[in-house]
């Protein structure tokens, strides 16, 4: 069974870089069949799709518009996870930030437990 | 654009409830599937994937949940519905980058 553990500061100053961690079990960060997605959560912006990572013999990644001058998501193979980070966030970046797997044609399939991340001073 | 239709569904237990996702463009890929997702998140959890590609269930996913649609129109039905159906519901497309989700239908119990 894959399970997606995530760990990350719940704080982040403005114009700071949040960062979040995604450990996978069950699977490979490197399963060439699938792909691993970052979406966040918040009252204002509902379920936002923020990027992904996958790896079909080279890595590639795919970022939101809204995002990608300040997002960066990576993998390590060593330690099988992925991790998030948002550079210069602002309020508006507060909400519950998930990674996901998305199967081969089936849908986000597993979840993280979310992580909190207020921006605020 | 997604939109999800109506923004809440009180339905009472054993009842039959259904919602709609409408798309802004088609989700109809040239290998026949529909790329569309449903999504249930309970009260303080992440959310599941319930149907995949329209109308395929996820594993575990009982057989009260049904999806129906193509191209930019789609449905989710739950028939007999349970307490433990209460949430709010999702639908995403797969289809374009960036992913996508609807504003959400949210299913209490009367």
């Known amino acids: 069974q894959v399970q997606l553990q995530q760990s990350g500061p719940g704080l982040v100053r403005p114009s700071q870089t949040l960062s979040v961690t995604c450990v996978i079990s069950g699977d490979s960060v490197s399963n060439n069949t699938v792909a691993w997605n970052w979406i966040r959560q918040s009252p204002s912006r509902g379920l936002e799709w923020l990027g992904r990572t996958f790896y079909r013999a080279k890595w590639y990644n795919d970022y939101a518009l809204s995002v990608k001058r300040r997002i960066s998501i990576n993998s390590d193979t060593s330690r099988n996870h992925l991790s998030l980070q948002l550079k210069s966030v602002t309020p508006e970046d507060t909400g519950v930030y998930y990674c996901a797997r998305a199967g081969s044609n089936t849908g986000l399939d597993f979840w993280g437990q979310g992580t909190l991340v207020t921006a605020s001073s | 654009v997604m939109t999800q239709s109506p923004p809440s569904l009180p339905v009472s237990p054993g009842e039959s409830a259904s919602m709609s996702c409408r798309s802004n463009q088609s989700l109809l890929y040239t290998n026949g599937h529909n790329y569309l997702d449903w999504y249930l998140q309970k009260p303080g959890r992440s959310p599941q994937l319930l149907i995949y590609l329209g109308s395929n269930r996820a594993s575990g996913v009982p057989d009260r949940f049904s999806g129906s649609g193509a191209g930019t129109d789609f449905t989710l039905k739950i028939s007999r519905v349970e307490a433990e159906d209460v949430g709010t519901y999702y639908c995403?497309?797969?289809?374009?980058?960036?992913?996508?989700f609807g504003g959400g239908t949210k299913v209490e119990i009367k």
């Open positions: 995403m497309q797969a289809l374009h980058s960036p992913l996508t």
